[in-house]
C-alpha cells in the first residue's frame, strides 16, 4: 500500500492561475518531498519539507506540512504551461524506504 | 557534471526471460535506490544499495535482485519475467546521508514483457 495519496488525481487549469495539490499520508514522518515528473521520466526534486517545519517556499512554489491531520499541500502560483506534469509527494517510511503516493497529473492550457 | 545515467533506455523481453537494467549515480553520490513505476501509479520502493550492499529492500520477490559496484554504479536484475513486470523502472541516486537526502532520478528504463 501506498504511504502517500494524492488528491485530486487530475487537474486542468488555465495558465496564471494557481494550483494546488494535496498528499495525505498514514504513519509518522521525518520528511515529505515533492517531486514532478514530466511524461513518464524521471523525476525532478522539487521541495523538502521536515517534519518540525509547517510552511516552505522555493520560487512560486509553497509547500505546507500538518503533522496533526497527516496532511501536506503543494501550490504553484501563476501556473506555465510548463509546469504541465505529474507531481508526486514522497516520504520516509522508516529506515531508507521512500514511499510515494499514486500522483496528481496537473495540466495547464496556454 | 553528469546526472544519474540509465541504460538501456527501453527494452522488450518476454515471459520467462531474465534482464539486466543498469545505472550510474550523479558524481559525488555512493547510494542507489531502485523503484518501479506502472503506468498512472507512483513509483514504487525495491530497493537500496550503500556501501556494495543491500540496505533496505521494498516489498518485491526474489526475482528482483542487484548489486552495487565499487564505482558506486548498480545494477537491478529480474529473473522469470512476467507480464506485469512491464513498467519503467527508475534509478535514483543520493548521498549516505539518509532518508533526508534528495534523490536524483535517471530518466528510467521502460521495460516490456511480451
Known amino acids: 500500500s501506498q504511504q502517500g495519496e494524492e488528491d485530486p488525481q487530475a487537474l486542468s487549469i488555465q495558465e496564471g492561475e494557481n494550483a494546488t495539490m494535496n498528499c495525505s499520508y498514514k504513519t509518522s514522518i521525518n520528511n515529505l518531498q515533492w517531486y514532478r515528473q514530466n511524461s513518464g521520466r524521471g523525476l525532478v526534486h522539487l521541495i523538502l519539507?521536515?517534519?518540525?517545519?509547517r510552511e516552505k517556499h522555493s520560487g512560486r512554489l509553497r509547500v505546507t506540512l500538518d503533522t496533526s491531520k497527516k496532511s501536506s499541500s503543494l501550490l504553484i502560483t501563476a501556473s506555465r504551461a510548463a509546469d504541465t506534469a505529474s507531481y508526486f509527494c514522497a516520504t520516509d517510511a522508516g529506515g531508507f524506504k521512500t514511499i510515494f503516493g499514486a500522483g496528481t497529473r496537473l495540466f495547464v492550457k496556454a | 557534471d553528469a546526472g544519474v545515467t540509465q541504460s538501456p533506455t527501453h527494452l522488450i523481453k518476454t515471459r520467462g526471460q531474465q534482464v539486466t537494467l543498469r545505472c550510474s549515480p550523479k558524481s559525488g553520490h555512493d547510494t542507489v535506490s531502485w523503484y518501479q513505476q506502472a503506468l498512472g501509479q507512483g513509483p514504487q520502493f525495491i530497493f537500496q544499495y550503500y556501501e556494495e550492499e543491500e540496505r533496505q529492500r521494498g516489498n518485491f520477490p526474489d526475482r528482483f535482485s542487484g548489486h552495487q559496484f565499487p564505482n558506486y554504479s548498480s545494477e537491478l536484475n529480474v529473473n522469470a519475467l512476467l507480464l506485469g513486470d512491464s513498467a519503467l523502472y527508475l534509478c535514483?541516486?543520493?548521498?549516505?546521508?539518509?532518508?533526508?537526502?534528495?534523490?536524483?532520478f535517471g530518466p528510467g528504463t521502460r521495460l516490456t514483457v511480451l
Open positions: 519539507i521536515r517534519s518540525n517545519e
Open positions: 535514483a541516486s543520493s548521498g549516505a546521508g539518509g532518508p533526508a537526502d534528495t534523490q536524483y
